[in-house]
Each structure stands twice: as structure tokens, then as C-alpha cells.
């Protein structure tokens, strides 16, 4: 009698328990899915972007600071991912997704004022243009 009145009392926090339950099932049933070769490059392009987030928030010189940073959030978003991913491999996609981010940081000026939160202003950028790219963000 007691279960059954502790049940009725909490019968939501259940329901919502239940559900992220299944979502999470969902989740990995649907990753487990997708090929090998697709749920690498899914993990690369979150790293891609983890690795994006992470210089954001922490700037220069803080890279094994980082490294843990993305190492957590890949953590978060790829829990069964990171049971099977050995350290070696884990170094080489997070090399990857560096080299990566360079050279997109190089190429792209809208993602390096995003990254070092700044703002690039032409000579061909008349006042409207950067008056919208600062309202913007670029």
C-alpha cells in the first residue's frame, strides 16, 4: 500500500524518467543504425565543433585544458561512443578536428570573430555594413 501510494504521489518525476529513458534508447538504437564510417564522421564534425566551443571560451595557450574540455562534452554527447574509443584514437580525431579548425579559422573570417569574438572590417565594408556585422555578429 505504501509503493502504490509513493507512486501516485510521484507519478511525473516516473513519466519523465520513463521517457528520457526511451529517448535515450532511441538515441543509441538509432546511432548503432548508421555505419561505421558514419558514426566516425559524426563524432568528427562534434569534435569539430567542441573543439570550436572550447577555443571560444578558453583562448590560447590552455590546451590540455581543452583537450579534458572536449574530452567531457564528447563524453556527454557520445557516452557509448567513448567506452569503445581507446586514448590513441581519441588524440588522432582531436588532431584531426585541430587541424581542421585552423584552417578554417584561416579561411573564414566570420569564424575567427566568432572564436576570438572580434570583429573584421574591410576597406570595401561601408558604415551600414559594419554597423550589421556588429549588430550581426558578423
Same mark, same amino acid.
Do not use: C
Given at each position: 500500500?505504501?509503493?502504490?501510494? /509513493?507512486?501516485? *504521489? +510521484? ?6 524518467? #520513463? %521517457? ?11 546511432? =548503432?543504425?548508421? $555505419? ?15 573543439? $570550436?566551443?572550447?577555443? !571560444?571560451?578558453? !583562448?590560447? /595557450? ?15 554527447? #557520445?557516452? %557509448? ?10 588524440? *588522432? ?9 585552423? !584552417?578554417?579559422?584561416? +579561411?573564414?573570417?566570420? =569564424? ?10 574591410? *576597406? $570595401? ?14
Amino acid at each position: 500500500m505504501e509503493i502504490l501510494q /509513493k507512486l501516485i *504521489e +510521484n507519478w511525473l518525476i516516473f513519466v519523465i524518467a #520513463f %521517457i528520457l529513458v526511451l529517448l535515450t534508447v532511441y538515441a543509441i538504437l538509432r546511432f =548503432l543504425k548508421l $555505419t561505421p564510417k558514419q558514426q566516425l564522421n559524426k563524432v568528427r564534425t562534434a569534435l569539430l565543433y567542441m573543439v $570550436t566551443e572550447a577555443e !571560444k571560451e578558453l !583562448k590560447s /595557450k590552455t590546451g590540455r585544458v581543452k583537450r579534458s574540455m572536449v574530452w567531457e562534452w564528447l563524453v556527454e554527447r #557520445f557516452p %557509448i561512443i567513448t567506452l569503445f574509443i581507446t586514448e590513441e584514437k581519441y588524440d *588522432e580525431l582531436l588532431d584531426q578536428a585541430l587541424a581542421e579548425f585552423k !584552417k578554417m579559422l584561416e +579561411n573564414n573570417e566570420s =569564424l575567427y570573430d566568432y572564436v576570438h569574438n572580434t570583429l573584421t572590417v574591410s *576597406e $570595401t565594408d561601408t558604415a551600414e555594413d559594419i554597423i550589421r556585422k556588429s549588430v550581426e555578429g558578423a
